[in-house]
């Protein structure tokens, strides 16, 4: 664990180890030379049926705690600490206060930078213990599965090998702390509307290709400590009661040993759910079905007492694993006035926001803002000199800290502002509820910055938000930028020929203006460090080098995902809304591939302020008989400044496998004096090659002539290879085997 290194960073508030000679005789399992497992049987071996019950539920309302989302007692007879739950993957938030706002997870992901992910996690767990929260409900890894879901900007994109490398980055790095990450919400939680109702109709193949793999590589890569299940049902059955998925997969097969606790109100029954694999009832009605109701089910034998035992077991485990008994949570109340936004965490939400960020338009090179004594207008919904009105954030439960609450945000106009005067710029504000006041500050300046955004949350998709856009809006809903931000872009247009848009919204959106500005800027919701990140950008301190983790497309009539019966899904005679998802694998740019529809800009996509290129593409066999390949290329800074690009390595598979035309398997972010080369080698492995098998139920390889691209987006591909994989193929740069599964079904998923 990296605590010690954590520890210097807030004075005063060190790690507590609570561990003496008298607790040490009493509860022996505080012995550390034991394994996490042999401790948490030794506890539960001590434990009475009360005991066990307790650790299983939230017992009273939790705002008997100062501002937590959810609570488990200790237990100070058996020596436990107890377990404070609190949101979530922006910063530490609900009702805290002075933590740090970083950027929202979309934008974390378009960093597509797995160490700076890791100092992320490193930095929201630290928060999150000197808050005393030691279970942080983060990460959520919910696919994109069509744009306008209100919890986009929560997650990392549409791509499932993506979203989980960013994962298991994130919960390596808040498990660094003793605190235990939670992933969610499992499975199939895409979308918002009915979320409490809806029964996300799904086949087993696009499960387990599309919906599952990051939940797996988060359990058995990242080795999260818990999971949460979803809101939704699942072919009819609630998440949180849903064997198959709780049982079935996500323990026997992914081998998740940690505990499943239900989404708040998300658990629906007793001896179903418990029997189903549920670990731990959270939620608005404490222990309304695993208090008095569990027990009573235990005496019973309606549930079996190794049931509960497992329970326990699995939330003792990474307890021990992660350190909490030897170090349990900042106590309260100290924590939550504790201020554990350190210089480091706010310099950290800055770089996380430059390098979140992605440029998808520089016309004539508009950016960055060069020179000096230029008249640039700040326009729209910048936050102005004095403003609050900033969009760096979402609602709901991932919602962090307000601007008000908070004396250190910095708005865009602010960070502007301040590095404009380093180049004697003179910078203007107009929030743009006037169109004439904003088209006389656009003419009367060199350059025009509007910043538009979109409020999203939880709860909602974005067609609820913006009833007043309702009627604009097709079926799917409505993605256009709302209060008349897209007329306050054109306005602005017409009136400066160097006008760049800056968009601060959780999602794609329609850019029917597009062709009228020279730049675009997506920023996503950026953190507290907002203005200073923008600025950065915008004068080109920092050169852009953000990708897409999610398509964006050109007219909702494109979108995978339009019909009512996909979304938001049907009644069935028991007015049980299904949401089928008929378009199976042909999620994100597997979809728009496979129907040759052109997006607005493709997944992996952003621009630099220089150019690279991609050379000199080479496959090697991973090695004797394995099924895998070393790619080599070259990837060059042929521009004239510094700058990162990311290479990206899609495969596509023999059309006898029924695979969409290509699929990302491994990239790097590389970064690059202008001028210079560097050769990168990326593996792939066995799963690379690997679709699921309906007559196996498993990962399989078939044979055949597999395509190796290589390329800076998934529509820009600069150098692509056949592979041979088991077989003949007349173009084939190499060889390899298709081998064989090495477990068997009963044993778990494939290795890899
Ligand atoms: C409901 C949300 O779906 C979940 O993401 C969150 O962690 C819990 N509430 C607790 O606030």
Redesign the pocket.
Known sequence: MLVGVCLTVVAGAALASVSSPARAASCPWLNTSKSPAERAREVVRAMTLDDKIAMVHQPDPIWTHYGV??YIPPNPRLCIPDLMLN??GQGVG?QEINTTAYPSAIAQASSWDRSLQRAFGRALGFEAWHKGVNVQ?AP?INIARFPMNGRNSEAFGEDPYFMGQTAVAEIQGIQENPVIATV??YALNNHEVNRMTVSSDVDERTLREIYTPAFEASVRHGHAGSV?CS?NRIHSIYACENRAMLTGILKKRLRFDGFVMS??GGTHSTIKAAKAGLDMEMGVAPGRYFGSALKSAVQSGAVPVSRLNDMVLRILRPMFRLGIFEHPHAPEPQAYSANVETPDHIALARKVSEEGTVLLKNRGGVLPIQGTGKRIAVIGDAGGPHGTALSYNTG???HIPEAGTKADVVNPFQGIQQRGTADTDVVTYTDGSSMADAAAAATAADVAVVFANDAES?GNDRPDLHLSNAQNCTLVGCSKLPQNQDQLIETVAQANPNTVVVLDTGGPMLMPWLAKVKGVLQAWFPGQEDGNAIAALLFGDVNPSGKLPQTFPKSMADLPVKTKSQYPGVNDKNGIPHAVYSEKLRVGYRWYDAMRIRPLFPFGFGLSYTTFAIRHLSLKPAGHNATGATVRFDVANTGHRAGAEVPQVYVGFPASTGEPPKQLKAYARVFLAPGKSRSVALSLNRRSFAHWSLAAHGWRVSPGCYRVMVGNSSRAIARQAVIAVGAHCANARTHIPAGRARVSHQQGEDRR
Do not use: N
Request: hydrophobic letters at 35%.
């Open positions: 989302a959810g949101d979530a609900d409900l959520d969610k919400h949460m809101y989404d708040w709901g439960s991932a939880e």
